[in-house]
């Protein structure tokens, strides 16, 4: 696909130390786009490695600025700093992406209060308040695009995830919400979620499967380019799948994004919806 020309541009994206985030970090600097690099991750370590510096200084390799934000999302004012921070450096907001994420798939019975208060925070509390912060500006400015990264909600994925997937549905429920308020703007606001488990330090230290059963990471990075591209009709207040969004692009070749020639990526939702034989603990 064409993916779109974001020269001027200035995307907030969390979580971007490593994994999925700093993928399309890398993508949309490609693309033209300055980036503000918020997570928490100063250092480089061997369970997580990456950090905020090591994406900015690979962004700017490629010839676009980037600032480094050390952002605990659990944490409101780290967060309004975060939007200050970005405001103050590059005058303006385009893009926010709410990538960073808590994953605790495990029963009721297995989950405890600390662990589901860390899912709630890290995920639904986080993208509205970051939300909360940035969407003034875009009003302000007429336009703008914010990407909450949560599934369709789908029930058939709650059976041994339950307060996961109230993190993660919140998180969409914030998408669709704020669609249907922003609807009489330029604004869009959406959801995207992967088809399939995707290649990230999430999907490596939980084990869950191998790189015969996942997708790269750029799958979701050119979703993000098709939605950036999308009219709003297309994409504001709904929870989009990355194929059914790369699709509208003309993109029908997806094992191009297998990690491994010839693999199986491991269906976790889309086509109706999620497989939930696919997501038991």
């Not at 909600?153 to 339950?162: A, E, F, H, N, V």
Request: glycine share 10%.
């Amino acid at each position: 696909m064409d993916f779109p020309d974001l020269t001027g541009q200035v995307a907030v994206i969390t979580g971007s130390s490593r994994g999925i985030g700093k993928n399309i970090a890398l993508r949309l600097a490609r693309a033209g786009a300055d980036i503000v690099v918020a997570a928490k991750s100063e250092l480089s370590r061997d369970s997580l490695p990456g950090s905020i510096h090591e994406t900015v200084s690979e962004i700017e390799a490629l010839g676009r600025q980037a600032l480094a934000v050390r952002t605990n999302v659990r944490d409101a004012e780290q967060l309004e700093s975060m939007v200050e921070a970005a405001l103050e450096r590059f005058g303006r907001i385009d893009i926010l992406i709410n990538n960073a994420g808590a994953l605790h798939w495990r029963s009721i019975a297995d989950t405890p209060p600390k662990r589901y208060d860390l899912m709630m925070e890290v995920n639904a509390r986080a993208a509205f308040v970051a939300s909360h912060f940035v969407l003034p500006h875009m009003i302000e400015r007429g336009s703008g695009t914010i990407i909450q990264m949560s599934p369709p909600i789908d029930l058939r994925m709650l059976p041994g995830k339950t307060g996961y997937c109230m993190s993660k549905f919140g998180m969409s429920l914030l998408a669709m919400g704020m669609g249907a308020e922003v609807k009489a703007t330029e604004i869009k606001s959406c959801a995207l979620w992967p088809a399939t488990a995707i290649e990230s330090q999430a999907t490596i230290n939980h084990k869950l499967g191998g790189p015969q059963y996942w997708r790269k990471a750029d799958i979701l990075a050119d979703a993000v380019g098709a939605i950036l591209a999308a009219n709003s009709e297309q994409v504001n207040g709904k929870c989009l799948v990355d194929e059914d969004v790369l699709s509208l692009m003309g993109v029908s070749d997806f094992e191009q994004y297998n990690c491994v020639e010839g693999g199986t990526p491991m269906r976790i939702v889309g086509d109706g919806g999620g497989d939930a034989s696919l997501w038991q603990s």
